[in-house]
C-alpha cells in the first residue's frame, strides 16, 4: 500500500472534461469566494481566487455554462471572512442576499460551524476545503477535493513505510475546529499504524512565539514531527523553531508552502520533508497533461512578467479551492439544474465524478454520517532540493477499510465525530 511509486497511471488523473457546446445564452449566475483573504489562514483562502478566476474566464470564453442547452456566464463574489465565524456569517448573507450565490467556495473549519445553518435554510452549496465539515445536518455542505483530512491519516503509515526504524510521532495544530478534528483523525491512524504517540496538543489561535512550543514537543524526543493542519503563517514559525532548536528527525505536515518556509531555513533541512499539495509542473503529471497546461496558464497570467502577475511562486492552493468548483459545474449540467437539492443528488448518483486530481465517487457516510466528499486519489510528496515532488498516490477506501473501526474509536474517545460536535 505506501510502496513508493506511482500507483495510479497519468490517465487516471486527467483532466475534467470539456464543457459541451449549448445553445441559447442566459444570465449571468454569481459564485461565492468566501475565505480569508488576510491573517495568519490567508494562505489557504487567497491563492484559490487564482484558480477559480482562470476555470470561470475559461467556461464564459466558451461561452457558458451549458446547463442542458441554455449557456450561463459564471461571475465570482468574494469576501474575506478571516477565518472567523462571525464574519464568514457576515459575509454568507451578504453573498446569497445581495449577490443571490448559487455555490460558494471556501476554507471550512470555524466558518463552517458559522455559516451551516443559514447556507441550509437558503439550499446553497458549500464546498469546503477539509471532509471534517461534513455533517448530516449540512445537506448542502460537499468536501474532497481537498484531500484533508485523509492525507493526515495516510501521513503517519507513509513515514513507517519510508522507515520502519522510526516509532516516535508528535503532532501539534492550533486550538480551533480544523485543528481538532483533523488532529483526531491522524493521532487514531498513527496508533492503527504502530506509532507511539508523544505528543498531541493544540496551541491558541493567539501565538506569537511559539518557541516554548517547539521546546515542549522536542521535549518529547520524537522521530517525526507533524503539523497536522496548522495555518500557513503558523507552519513556517514553527518550522524555523525546529530549525533553531536543533531538530533533526523528520518532518509531516497537512500542507507547506515551500517557498515561505524557506526565506527562515535552508533547502537542506526540509530535504524528505511531506506534505500533499503538489505542483503542477510535477513531472508525474507528464508533459500535456492537464496539470500541466493549468501550470503554464497560470505561469502565463499570474508568474513573473504576467499581466496579473502576483509576485510569488505558484502553490498547492492555486488549485485547490478549483476542484469543488469544477466538481459543482459538472453536478450543474447532469442535474440540468441550479437547484442545489438536485445538484447534490445528481453528484451522489455518479459512479465517479471526474476531478483535477484523479476521479473519486461521492461517499464518507462512515466518516461524516453522509455521502458528501468525493473520494479523489491522495498524492502524496516529499520535499527534493528544495522543491516538492510526488512520490506515490494512494488510494484511502483500500487503505481505511481494515483500519476503520480502530481509527473511529480514538475519534469518538476524542469527542470529534459529527454526531458529537
Not at 503558523?234 to 509531516?252: A, C, D, N, R, T
Request: proline fraction near 5%.
Amino acid at each position: 500500500m505506501y510502496k513508493i511509486g506511482k500507483t495510479l497511471s497519468a490517465a487516471a488523473v486527467a483532466s475534467v472534461a470539456m464543457l459541451t457546446v449549448g445553445t441559447a445564452h442566459a444570465e449571468t449566475v454569481n459564485i461565492g469566494f468566501l475565505g480569508a483573504l488576510s491573517g495568519p489562514d490567508a494562505g489557504w483562502g487567497l491563492p484559490g481566487l487564482t484558480g477559480n478566476q482562470m476555470f470561470i474566464d475559461e467556461v464564459n470564453a466558451d461561452g457558458g455554462l451549458d446547463v442542458c442547452g441554455t449557456r450561463y456566464n459564471l461571475n465570482m463574489v468574494t469576501f474575506d471572512d478571516e477565518a472567523t465565524g462571525s464574519k464568514a456569517l457576515q459575509g454568507a448573507k451578504q453573498l446569497v442576499l445581495e449577490h443571490d450565490v448559487k455555490f460558494i467556495s471556501a476554507i471550512g473549519g470555524n466558518p463552517a460551524d458559522a455559516t451551516h445553518p443559514f447556507l441550509t435554510q437558503k439550499k446553497v452549496i458549500y464546498a469546503s476545503l477539509i471532509s471534517t465539515d461534513i455533517k448530516p445536518d449540512r445537506p448542502y455542505l460537499i468536501a474532497g477535493g481537498d484531500v484533508t483530512p485523509r492525507i493526515d491519516m495516510m501521513r503517519p503509515g507513509y513515514h513507517k513505510a519510508r522507515n520502519p526504524e522510526l516509532s516516535r510521532w508528535a503532532v501539534l495544530s492550533q486550538d480551533d475546529t480544523i485543528g481538532l478534528t483533523s488532529q483526531a483523525w491522524e493521532v487514531g491512524s498513527a496508533l492503527v499504524d504502530g506509532w507511539e504517540v508523544v505528543y498531541d496538543e493544540h496551541y491558541s489561535l493567539d501565538t506569537v512565539d511559539f518557541a516554548p512550543i517547539v521546546t515542549a514537543v522536542l521535549a518529547t524526543k520524537p522521530d517525526v514531527v507533524s503539523l497536522n493542519l496548522s495555518y500557513p503563517d503558523f507552519v513556517v514559525s514553527i518550522i524555523e523553531q525546529l530549525y533553531v532548536q536543533g531538530y533533526k528527525g523528520e518532518i509531516s505536515a497537512n500542507y507547506l508552502d515551500s517557498e515561505s518556509i524557506l526565506t527562515k531555513v535552508p533547502a537542506a533541512y526540509l530535504e524528505g520533508a511531506v506534505d500533499s499539495f503538489p505542483l503542477f509542473d510535477d513531472p508525474w503529471w507528464g508533459e500535456g497533461s492537464s496539470q500541466h497546461k493549468f501550470y503554464d496558464d497560470w505561469m502565463k497570467r499570474y508568474g513573473p512578467g504576467g499581466p496579473e502577475d502576483v509576485h510569488r511562486g505558484i502553490t498547492g492552493i492555486d488549485w485547490d479551492h478549483v476542484i469543488m468548483l469544477k466538481v459543482w459545474a459538472e453536478g450543474v449540467k447532469a442535474a440540468c439544474s441550479f437547484d442545489a437539492d438536485k445538484v447534490i443528488a445528481a453528484l451522489q448518483a455518479a459512479d465517479s465524478v471526474d476531478t483535477i486530481l484523479g476521479p473519486g465517487p461521492f461517499t464518507g457516510a462512515e466518516m461524516w454520517g453522509i455521502n458528501n466528499m468525493v473520494a479523489t486519489p491522495v498524492p502524496v510528496n516529499e520535499h527534493r532540493n528544495g522543491v516538492k515532488r510526488i512520490q506515490a498516490v494512494l488510494d484511502f477506501s483500500e487503505w481505511f477499510e481494515p483500519r476503520k473501526e480502530a481509527i473511529i474509536a480514538h475519534v469518538r474517545s476524542k469527542g470529534m465525530m459529527y454526531d458529537q460536535n
